[in-house]
């Protein structure tokens, strides 16, 4: 949301009202720009996830009686591949698409789809090159790493005081009617039209925009992995006499996306070469890709799933099926297994049960976020992103009409009068800071600054007012 004219409202609240009005324009104009283009990216995303694959395009195949064993499939890879290694085998989610092989070489990492009815190599893709894979880098991390991931955080942090801010100031009263917050006013022209379009529109969506923000934050690098995803992570010390790794299920993720659950992501991986576990792979069966393939069946693994590979001496396979990756449309299903790669024993077995409170949440939440939880979620998806474009381009035009023209000036709402910053401004603050570190302490350096700088230099007082 950005700002718009205040309408009437009652005297003795106009003071704070006129507060949030310039707390929700300062925040949009830090927020919109990236608000816009995380729906953007989020539109490319959402078209492999909810209709795609994550990997491009499907790949279709013709189904036959029966399909080669998973090792013929993977040799044919590496026979096409002079010096890879393999990371991961991922089981086809229908019987008329491929299966996919995940391999390193050269330092890249290259997603190959094999026909698993006759092993044949029918494409292979750079995984850190695809559509998706560029769109989730912008989505996250702005291509510019740890830098982007952090100015991101921060603006979240300021959407919800937007949203907050933008509700507040939008809620009926003084005798205003719902229908007129609900319904944009279809009758109504020019400036007053935007804001009618601006109001209704952010008010549809703010509750799925908060949900979306602090899912989103979930993988950022202070709040959500510093913060929130380390109290929230399932304690590998419920795997009894299990040894585990000094690497974590994060180690797992490949290409640097987000493939694991948000719950495992920081729980250490068990390790090989104990007594420990249950029986898995059965006996007489190798304890390769075909036997722990045959396991995952027999565990209850259909459709698409994962096998990650051992990659060390005392590494582990892994079969996983979540909507993380785009396995499942049901977060509820979620399930993680670990198998030896000597005896076969099962080590570990987490599904969505065993999850925290908080990692349940998230496992539902972002698998709502990338519009994994079937067809209808995608489409949902496309409508907010939409929706969101929507909502800045008419806090945009909303501004841009109301500045006299030819002003350089920002035209921000005025500072309310006899309304000291602790009544107001330092309670946004003080609850974003608490609640959002980064996003709290750019709200306090632009108070300080305001204080310190701007309220004493008339030229930057006017071009910022």
């Given at each position: 949301?950005?700002?718009?004219?205040?309408?009437?409202?009652?005297?003795?609240?106009?003071?704070?009202?006129?507060?949030?009005?310039?707390?929700?324009?300062?925040?949009?104009?830090?927020?919109?720009?990236?608000?816009?283009?995380?729906?953007?990216?989020?539109?490319?995303?959402?078209?492999?996830?909810?209709?795609?694959?994550?990997?491009?395009?499907?790949?279709?195949?013709?189904?036959?009686?029966?399909?080669?064993?998973?090792?013929?499939?993977?040799?044919?890879?590496?026979?096409?591949?002079?010096?890879?290694?393999?990371?991961?085998?991922?089981?086809?989610?229908?019987?008329?698409?491929?299966?996919?092989?995940?391999?390193?070489?050269?330092?890249?990492?290259?997603?190959?789809?094999?026909?698993?009815?006759?092993?044949?190599?029918?494409?292979?893709?750079?995984?850190?090159?695809?559509?998706?894979?560029?769109?989730?880098?912008?989505?996250?991390?702005?291509?510019?790493?740890?830098?982007?991931?952090?100015?991101?955080?921060?603006?979240?942090?300021?959407?919800?005081?937007?949203?907050?801010?933008?509700?507040?100031l939008f809620w009926p009263r003084n005798g205003g009617r719902w229908s007129q917050v609900l319904v944009p006013d279809w009758r109504a022209s020019g400036r007053r039209w935007w804001k009618s379009v601006h109001s209704s529109v952010g008010f549809w969506v703010s509750t799925v925009?908060?949900?979306?923000?602090?899912?989103?934050?979930?993988?950022?690098?202070?709040?959500?992995?510093?913060?929130?995803?380390?109290?929230?992570?399932?304690?590998?010390?419920?795997?009894?006499?299990?040894?585990?790794?000094?690497?974590?299920?994060?180690?797992?993720?490949?290409?640097?996306?987000?493939?694991?659950?948000?719950?495992?992501?920081?729980?250490?991986?068990?390790?090989?070469?104990?007594?420990?576990?249950?029986?898995?792979?059965?006996?007489?069966?190798?304890?390769?890709?075909?036997?722990?393939?045959?396991?995952?069946?027999?565990?209850?693994?259909?459709?698409?799933?994962?096998?990650?590979?051992?990659?060390?001496?005392?590494?582990?396979?892994?079969?996983?099926?979540?909507?993380?990756?785009?396995?499942?449309?049901?977060?509820?299903?979620?399930?993680?297994?670990?198998?030896?790669?000597?005896?076969?024993?099962?080590?570990?077995?987490?599904?969505?049960?065993?999850?925290?409170?908080?990692?349940?949440?998230?496992?539902?939440?972002?698998?709502?976020?990338?519009?994994?939880?079937?067809?209808?979620?995608?489409?949902?998806?496309?409508?907010?992103?939409?929706?969101?474009?929507?909502?800045?381009?008419?806090?945009?035009?909303?501004?841009?009409?109301?500045?006299?023209?030819?002003?350089?000036?920002?035209?921000?709402?005025?500072?309310?009068?006899?309304?000291?910053?602790?009544?107001?401004?330092?309670?946004?603050?003080?609850?974003?800071?608490?609640?959002?570190?980064?996003?709290?302490?750019?709200?306090?350096?632009?108070?300080?600054?305001?204080?310190?700088?701007?309220?004493?230099?008339?030229?930057?007082?006017?071009?910022?007012?």
């Amino acid at each position: 949301m950005s700002s718009s004219a205040a309408p009437a409202r009652a005297p003795s609240s106009s003071r704070f009202y006129a507060a949030a009005w310039r707390w929700h324009f300062y925040s949009g104009l830090f927020v919109v720009p990236f608000l816009s283009m995380l729906a953007i990216t989020g539109l490319v995303m959402v078209y492999f996830t909810g209709f795609q694959s994550r990997l491009g395009n499907l790949v279709y195949v013709e189904p036959q009686n029966s399909t080669q064993a998973v090792t013929a499939q993977a040799k044919a890879v590496l026979d096409g591949l002079p010096g890879a290694t393999l990371k991961e085998y991922i089981a086809p989610k229908e019987r008329g698409l491929s299966a996919w092989f995940v391999v390193m070489r050269n330092g890249a990492t290259e997603a190959v789809a094999v026909d698993p009815y006759t092993a044949r190599v029918l494409k292979t893709v750079d995984k850190e090159s695809t559509i998706y894979a560029w769109a989730e880098k912008i989505h996250g991390t702005l291509l510019v790493g740890d830098a982007g991931d952090r100015i991101l955080e921060v603006a979240a942090g300021l959407g919800i005081v937007m949203i907050v801010t933008g509700l507040y100031l939008f809620w009926p009263r003084n005798g205003g009617r719902w229908s007129q917050v609900l319904v944009p006013d279809w009758r109504a022209s020019g400036r007053r039209w935007w804001k009618s379009v601006h109001s209704s529109v952010g008010f549809w969506v703010s509750t799925v925009l908060l949900a979306f923000l602090l899912t989103g934050m979930s993988w950022t690098g202070i709040w959500g992995g510093k913060l929130v995803q380390p109290w929230a992570t399932f304690p590998a010390a419920k795997w009894d006499a299990v040894p585990t790794s000094d690497l974590t299920h994060a180690s797992l993720n490949t290409a640097g996306g987000h493939e694991v659950p948000w719950g495992l992501e920081q729980t250490p991986l068990p390790v090989s070469g104990s007594d420990a576990g249950s029986l898995g792979v059965a006996a007489g069966e190798p304890v390769n890709l075909d036997g722990v393939s045959a396991l995952a069946y027999r565990l209850g693994f259909a459709g698409q799933f994962h096998i990650n590979v051992p990659q060390d001496a005392k590494g582990v396979y892994t079969i996983s099926a979540d909507t993380m990756s785009g396995d499942l449309a049901n977060p509820f299903k979620d399930r993680t297994v670990h198998v030896d790669r000597y005896t076969g024993r099962v080590l570990a077995d987490v599904g969505f049960a065993d999850y925290s409170l908080v990692a349940k949440a998230m496992a539902i939440g972002i698998a709502l976020h990338t519009g994994d939880v079937g067809l209808w979620s995608a489409w949902a998806n496309v409508l907010f992103c939409l929706a969101i474009v929507l909502l800045c381009v008419s806090g945009a035009v909303m501004w841009w009409v109301r500045r006299p023209q030819g002003s350089g000036r920002l035209v921000a709402p005025a500072v309310p009068a006899q309304a000291p910053l602790w009544k107001t401004g330092a309670l946004v603050m003080v609850i974003t800071g608490l609640a959002f570190p980064l996003a709290g302490g750019v709200l306090l350096a632009v108070v300080v600054l305001d204080w310190l700088l701007i309220s004493r230099i008339s030229a930057l007082k006017n071009a910022l007012s």
